[in-house]
């Protein structure tokens, strides 16, 4: 069974960096694509990051410069390195993958980026 769990997130100041990391098993984790995807309060779940199997990375433009993608295929890790982070990056911060058809989900951490 596909098994996705976030840690590392927390309370920081802006400008202050964090690192998001996903556990995942349940799967062969080198085959597929992995996603972070965030939620504000009160917002749709939106996507942050996406890497291929093949190390091909995606950024949405809202972090592009200050968030980095990356795995660890022989952990089964799954990381986003958030750098210079603004109020605006506040939300809970989900792992993502689909497995034949199905959307997986993490239960999130909490990032929150306050002065």
């Known amino acids: 069974q596909v098994y996705l769990e976030e840690s590392g997130g927390g309370l920081v100041q802006p400008g202050e960096s964090l690192r998001l990391s996903c556990v995942a098993s349940?799967?062969?984790?080198?085959?597929?694509?992995m996603s972070w995807y965030r939620q504000a309060p009160g917002k749709e779940r939106k996507l942050v990051a996406r890497i291929g199997n093949v190390d091909y990375t995606v950024h949405a433009d809202s972090v592009k410069g200050r968030f980095i993608i990356s795995r660890d295929n022989a952990k089964n890790m799954l990381y986003l390195q958030m750098n210079s982070l603004k109020p605006e990056d506040t939300a809970a911060y989900y792992c993502?993958?689909?497995?034949?058809?199905?959307?997986?989900w993490g239960k999130g951490t909490l990032v929150t980026v306050s002065s």
């Open positions: 993502s993958t689909i497995v034949s058809g199905t959307t997986y």
């Open positions: 349940g799967f062969t984790f080198n085959m597929y694509p």
